[in-house]
């Protein structure tokens, strides 16, 4: 079954070769190679020039990898309403999102701000010089600095953002000789990653120039090495924070076994086991990235950059802990998300992908403070909606019902074989080979 | 422009409409209602059973989000050589990937193993009563937390897997009274969430029945409070490592300006800065979860679970630091990447999203330990290229072509002004204004 390219057949030129060619090597590792090229064809658009955005996004492509794409409605972010477009392939999440969003419209709805949109870039050097005249003439480099990217800030500056700042920072304890400029940008609506690193790479230019050229310098003063030059993507002071509360009686209806003042005590304590505990946090946070990831999917910003952002964040404090909070003070529960969200709604994907293009029309075309405050409201829901199912009947209830919609699709079930599936496995088991035993069952008494 | 639905509009029963209503109101916000919904059915799959599974992986489905799914050739690990499949939106990803694979497969690949797989799940609990009791009784409880479970562990069982031990953990001066058990277990091939959790949730029922009953103890300490029962996503005990090595002479080529040894030594400078700095440690990451999250979505895994473990992981030591580290020893550049990865190849979407069950077939229907193994090297991969491009020629060169490649087809070009834009880009500035500029001069010639 396993069959493997061995060594001796490396492929050269693969990257050049025409579409169809490469479907064709990728199927020669299949059973069925006419099948498996008619498959991935079978997710190709119909419309050519449409394929041909999707398949330039990125290299050696041979088809799309389909993701549902749904919405989550009635999410009330400072009392507008909003349908939120969420990519995601894990059941239950926009199920999840949809119905924390549905009880907290009611509740005041999610209340949410932008602390700061600071974006970071690096230029990471070695000196051996003399550190205090370096800071002598920092102000003189940072002059340079600025006119070297003149032509490439102007149209960012037109838009209101820019560079904001640079520091100059040594950790000669850590790394002998060893300085970074820290250069602190203002991307507006941009993820702005291609404006930041094209800047820092003309900076580390003009940094070699400046210590060449600068009469403060001695001869053996003029040589610097750049380590590197590129934009972080740990954005600490990019950050929102949004907010849910209401008074405990209105969550009285959360359980029926708990009034909503009892509820929130529970919620409470699992909040702190996440904020005490690196095994909980983990998972805690994975249910905010849930809701988060699925909005920057679809608004065609990159996740991974908004995931190392936000665990590296929750690490702040020297240990890895949560990223939300509860308070109850005077009767009233609040319950808080604050994470950094470095997202974009120009430039990138936002507009090339037309389902991002689309996402963004869908929440009325946002700013980019605008929907890091919706992506923020989406993880703050998905998480509500997991710690409250926790807390009160257990998770497994509501998966294992998607579960079990999943399987029986896999059997190309009728309608009313699902029926009676979803009534017998209320109380039984739900796995594949349970499923198909019913399954089987069913079929050999009909 | 922006049309948004205000709170008295708040839609109700949105999941039970039929997915041609749901399509419909949300094409209400769009300016072009009729283009809107024609846009999202010309995402769906023409075979409408296909349709219905990936409608049904998720809640309120209208459409399917294209991601580009392409495949790195010669990626060889212990002697095997993949072709591997990798969705991904961001440019140059599946290119560097390819690149550092062919670089390797020359210099004896990818040599990886994996150190473990546990997974983890916890029973979070307060009880009020005698410590020294619970831990004298605490072997019969775990004798009957597996008699509880015997019905759901038969099958993983048979497939050599089970649960592996309990703990007891008290953790009374971060929370009065608080327990939890830490149950370790082995899934092996299959991610396991649902097991997993079916379990915890037996264990729950089982631990208040015997509180409740179990002779040592007294009337006022037969109550115990289950906080929650869940899955832990933090597995730093599933762990794959991966590394390559070769003399600092086969790096000789790698750039045009350094020596092999000039440049692992600058490659190590690189690394360091990532091991010492959280803004740097951030980025350096974020390149690794570029190939282990293309592969992870590709093969149908949970990459939430996979970043949260990861980032988590790489906070363990107290500071948010580089998961990759450099060697250099007796001529040698050896440069090792260490992360938890919980991913599966039964269960789940792996075998019901038609893509995944090809992916994995493309890779030889793997283990789950192969497939850890294949997922470690493509981060390895991509984080190799990413710092290799940092220390040399700078990433903006390569970015660059693939964004100019991105706006050019937005604006419908020809073969004949692609081929134009991009002689002339080689030196100008690429940006949106810069490209659309220079195609309506072109244009405008003609």
Redesign the interface.
């Known amino acids: 079954?396993?069959?493997?390219?061995?060594?001796d057949?490396?492929?050269r030129g693969?990257?050049k070769l025409l579409k169809e060619d490469?479907l064709k090597?990728?199927a020669e590792?299949?059973?069925n190679q006419l099948e498996?090229v008619d498959?991935?064809k079978?997710?190709w658009?119909?419309?050519q020039?449409?394929q041909?955005?999707?398949?330039?996004?990125?290299?050696?492509?041979?088809?799309?990898?389909?993701?549902?794409?749904?919405?989550?409605?009635?999410v009330?972010v400072n009392?507008?309403?909003?349908?939120v477009p969420?990519?995601?392939?894990?059941?239950?999440?926009?199920?999840a999102a949809?119905s924390s969003a549905?009880f907290w419209?009611?509740h005041g709805?999610f209340k949410a701000k932008v602390i700061d949109t600071e974006k970071?870039g690096?230029v990471?050097f070695?000196w051996k010089g003399d550190k205090k005249k370096l800071h002598e003439v920092f102000d003189q480099m940072k002059h340079q600095f600025r006119r070297a990217t003149t032509?490439?800030t102007a149209?960012m500056e037109s838009r209101g953002g820019g560079i904001t700042e640079f520091y100059l920072i040594d950790?000669f304890t850590?790394?002998p000789d060893?300085y970074?400029i820290?250069i602190v940008f203002d991307t507006v609506d941009s993820m702005g990653a291609?404006?930041i690193?094209?800047c820092l790479?003309e900076f580390?230019l003009t940094l070699k120039d400046f210590f060449q050229t600068h009469p403060i310098f001695e001869d053996e003063e003029r040589d610097c090495?750049i380590?590197?030059?590129?934009?972080?993507?740990?954005t600490p002071r990019c950050l929102a924070e949004v907010y849910v509360e209401c008074p405990y009686e209105e969550l009285d209806g959360l359980d029926n076994e708990l009034t909503g003042e009892e509820f929130a005590r529970?919620f409470e304590?699992?909040v702190?086991?996440a904020e005490?505990?690196?095994?909980?946090?983990?998972?805690h946070?994975?249910g905010i990235?849930?809701g988060i990831?699925a909005v920057a999917?679809?608004t065609?910003n990159?996740?991974?950059?908004i995931?190392?952002?936000g665990?590296?964040y929750?690490?702040?404090d020297?240990?890895?802990s949560s990223l939300t909070e509860v308070e109850l003070k005077d009767g009233r529960f609040k319950y808080t998300l604050r994470i950094p969200l470095a997202m974009g709604t120009v430039?990138g994907?936002t507009?090339?992908?037309?389902?991002a293009k689309?996402s963004l029309?869908?929440l009325?075309?946002?700013s980019a403070r605008e929907l890091m405050m919706i992506a923020a409201a989406l993880g703050l829901a998905n998480n509500f909606a997991a710690?409250r199912s926790?807390?009160t009947k257990?998770?497994?209830i509501g998966?294992?019902k998607?579960?079990l919609?999943?399987?029986l699709?896999?059997f190309?079930t009728t309608e009313d074989e699902k029926a009676k599936a979803v009534d017998y496995f209320i109380g039984h088991?739900?796995?594949?080979?349970t499923v198909e035993r019913f399954i089987k069952n069913l079929r050999k008494e009909a």
């Open positions: 079954m396993p069959k493997r390219r061995k060594r057949f490396i492929i693969f990257s490469k090597i990728v590792l299949m059973d498996a498959l991935m079978s997710f658009h119909s419309d020039s449409k041909k955005i999707f398949d330039e996004f990125s290299e050696n492509t041979i088809s799309n990898f389909y993701i549902p794409y749904g919405v989550a409605p009635n009330v009392d507008t309403n909003y349908l969420m990519t995601i392939e894990e059941s239950s999440v926009v199920a949809s549905r419209s009611e709805g970071v690096q990471h070695q032509s490439i149209n950790k850590e790394i060893y970074q820290k291609n404006f690193n094209s790479e580390a090495t380590i590197m030059s590129i934009l972080s993507n740990y529970k304590l699992a702190k086991v005490i505990d690196v095994y909980r946090a983990t998972t946070n994975k990235f849930n990831d999917i679809a065609g990159d996740f991974r950059a995931e190392a952002a665990h590296a929750a690490s702040k020297g240990k890895y430039g994907l507009s090339l992908h037309p389902l689309y029309e869908m009325g075309n946002p710690v926790l807390v257990g998770i497994q998966h294992m998607m579960h919609m999943n399987i699709n896999h190309n088991k739900v796995s594949f080979s």
